[in-house]
């Protein structure tokens, strides 16, 4: 693609997109090293301004409070950028099956009122994130980019929805789309309803943690920053209307995971409560990276052991970080 001067992230004030964000305005990436970057964020329960405290005084960062189902506010936004990184969504699966019409709000209509509006303003790239759970579940093997989309959530189909509109804004409209289809992130600045950041911060107030089911539920663990890393790389050279899986190539049952964090944490097992599973609770998930890394060179650089150490650590020295959310969110 062109020189890209302009990057709209939607959703950066997230999770992962924080992490892109500040990446971008660190250099991370050499192709986006001057870039102006422009985060949308609605600023949901999972949205946290502070998340991007680290780059707040660049002069290459704006912020929008602003929700991607807007069309008017999003068409103003979209003028002038030349890649569009679409993280917002609503992620959690535990709340898709509580309630299910935010999901279909921001991951579909959201995601299509992007798409049009990128489209209608002549955006050169359109990054659309999604996620391993769209294939399903698996038992053994790995999906590739072509295994047929059998999600089982309410989250997964709606990103399913939005992943599908993706690709047709490549193939109807030549919108230059590229998907991504990650598995599960660990890191710092996750919101502390997800696996890991609940777990470590709840064994470090000595509290309980919920182990679903049976605890042999397989993930494959990705770093904020591999993931990230494989998105810039796309972003950069991903070739339009294709698919690209990104993953951390560490398996671990939710029992094994468990084991190292309650290790991590000088725990034992009687901090550990086993709980009804979740419905339909996807079984295994295993994403083949092969296309990624023949295409664009990718490879996790993170070795799990020491990415899950240092968000140990993490969590351990930001307290003030994680304390006020969980208060917030009442998560036990
Ligand atoms: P997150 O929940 O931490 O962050 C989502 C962000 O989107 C929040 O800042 C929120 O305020 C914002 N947002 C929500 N609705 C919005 C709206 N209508 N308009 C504007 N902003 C809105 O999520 P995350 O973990 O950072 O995930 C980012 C993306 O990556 C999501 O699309 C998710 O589906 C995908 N993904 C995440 C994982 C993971 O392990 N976390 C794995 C696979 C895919």
Redesign the pocket.
């Known amino acids: 693609m062109n020189a890209v001067s302009r990057i709209l992230v ?10 892109f964000t500040r990446q971008v305005l660190n250099g991370a990436y050499p192709a986006f090293s001057g870039a102006e970057v422009i985060v ?9 301004e502070e ?1 991007l405290d680290p780059v707040r005084d660049s002069d290459r960062l704006r912020f929008v409070h ?5 069309a008017e506010e999003v068409a103003e936004l979209m003028h002038g950028v030349d890649l569009v990184v ?7 699966v535990d709340r898709s099956i509580a309630g299910s019409a ?1 999901f279909v ?3 579909v209509v ?1 995601t299509q009122t992007l798409l049009q509006a990128a489209l209608d303003a002549g955006v050169g790239k359109f990054v659309h ?5 769209v294939y399903g579940t698996i038992e053994s093997g790995s999906w590739r980019e072509d295994h047929i989309l059998e999600p089982n959530s309410p ?1 997964s189909a709606s ?1 399913a929805s ?1 992943d599908l509109l993706a690709r047709s804004y490549a193939i109807t409209h030549g919108l230059p789309v590229c998907v ?7 890191g710092p ?3 502390p309803e ?1 696996v890991i950041p609940l777990f470590v911060t709840n064994l470090l107030d000595g509290k309980q943690v919920p182990l679903y089911g049976d605890g042999l539920n397989v993930r494959d663990w ?1 770093h ?1 920053d591999d ?1 990230c890393y494989g998105i810039s790389l796309v972003a950069e050279a991903g070739k339009a209307g294709e698919i690209y899986n990104i993953g951390g190539g560490t398996e671990l049952t939710n029992k094994e995971l468990t084991e190292k964090l309650l290790e991590a944490t000088g725990r034992d097992w009687s901090s550990v409560q086993p709980v009804e599973d979740r419905k339909a609770h996807d079984r295994r998930y295993s994403v083949d990276i092969g296309k990624i890394s023949a295409e664009l060179g990718y490879a996790p650089r993170v070795p799990f052991d020491k990415g899950l150490a240092e968000t140990v650590a993490w969590y351990t020295e930001n307290r003030e970080w994680w304390e006020p959310l969980k208060e917030r969110a009442a998560l036990a």
Do not use: M, P, W
């Not at 939607?10 to 992490?19: L, N, Q, R």
């Not at 949308?40 to 946290?48: E, Q, R, S, V, W």
């Open positions: 939607t959703g950066g004030a997230g999770f992962i997109g924080s992490h949308l964020d609605k600023l949901t329960y999972a949205g946290n998340n602003g929700d991607i189902c807007e679409h993280f917002a969504a609503e992620s959690h935010e709000l921001t991951n959201g994130v999604s996620t391993d759970e989250y990103k939005s991504t289809r990650c598995s599960n992130n660990y600045y996750q919101f997800k990705l904020v993931h």
